[in-house]
Nanobody, 123 residues
Framework: VQLQASGGGLVQAGGSLRLSCAAS????????KGWFRQAPGKEREFVAC????????YYVNSMKGRFTISRDNAKNTVYLQMNSLKPEDTAVYYC?????????????????WGQGTQVTVSS
């Protein structure tokens, strides 16, 4: 499985970005897709994830109401719509895949990762 993240960039505080993550190669129809981020000098942290059938979504509390995760299984693509961006959202954002079940917010359970896309929010 190859995951290709895109859509990052430079945006002013209060602005929006939509990240995309396209999967290619061997794809798993029942996989959970997630987004993580890593700011300079900080550990990688969970952002959001979505179940294969889109029924279940999970967000870190600080991003609820601002970020929305979605997926289009026909396109093998997962999205992260980010609104009301803040300077503290500046980070490299990674998409990842994991099998269903387990601890969804733990990076350890994700077995395939994209290369990351930089999001920079200016004040």
């Amino acid at each position: 499985v190859q995951l290709q993240a895109s859509g990052g960039g430079l945006v002013q505080a209060g602005g929006s970005l939509r990240l995309s993550c396209a999967a290619s190669g061997r794809t798993f129809s029942n996989s959970v897709k997630g987004w993580f981020r890593q700011a300079p000098g900080k550990e990688r942290e969970f952002v959001a994830c979505i179940s294969w059938n889109t029924r279940d979504t999970y967000y870190v509390n600080s991003m609820k109401g601002r970020f929305t995760i979605s997926r289009d299984n026909a396109k093998n693509t997962v999205y992260l719509q980010m609104n009301s961006l803040k300077p503290e959202d500046t980070a490299v954002y990674y998409c990842a895949r994991r099998p269903p079940g387990g601890t969804y917010y733990s990076a350890n359970g994700y077995d395939y990762w994209g290369q990351g896309t930089q999001v920079t929010v200016s004040s």
